[in-house]
């Protein structure tokens, strides 16, 4: 499986954000080779723990800077990245009770997420902060 690629369109122009971006792809990365390389299930437990950890940081500081903006639509972008860690926290237990998980599918929906989420959520950020007048529940 090919590595996940930062692609420029990534960027929301928030460095912050970018930066935390930046290491998810690249701990997205460290899943799927330890998932590929057969790691024993505790190095595949750790990977997983580290990615929900910083996942969890990254959301709660792109939380707080949509706070300090007074973001309209905080609430559903929270939902989102709510639905996200209980995918991963879903998957963790499953390797708890010995389920059988299909990192496949888990790397599909990971990739699949963060770039849908990027693209159209985290960019309605960007897009705020360069005309603040759009920050509106119409929007
Ligand atoms: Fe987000």
């Given at each position: 499986m090919a590595q996940f690629q930062w692609q420029d369109s990534f960027n929301t122009g928030?460095?912050?954000?970018?930066?935390?971006?930046?290491?998810?792809?690249?701990?997205?990365?460290?899943?799927?080779?330890t998932a590929v390389t057969r790691a024993p299930e505790g190095t595949l437990k750790d990977v997983l723990v580290s990615l929900v950890a910083y996942t969890r940081e990254h959301f709660a500081d792109e939380e707080r800077y949509m706070e300090q903006i007074g973001y309209a639509h905080l609430e559903q972008h929270r939902a989102l990245h709510r639905g996200f860690t209980n995918k991963i926290v879903a998957v963790l237990i499953d390797l708890k009770e010995e389920k059988n998980f299909d990192p496949q599918e888990l790397r599909t929906f990971l990739t699949s997420w963060f770039i849908r989420h990027i693209l159209t959520e985290d960019k309605k950020l960007a897009a705020l902060a360069a005309r603040p007048e759009l920050n509106t529940d119409a929007s």
């Open positions: 928030i460095t912050v954000v970018d930066t935390q971006h930046r290491k998810l792809v690249g701990m997205i990365n460290l899943l799927d080779r």
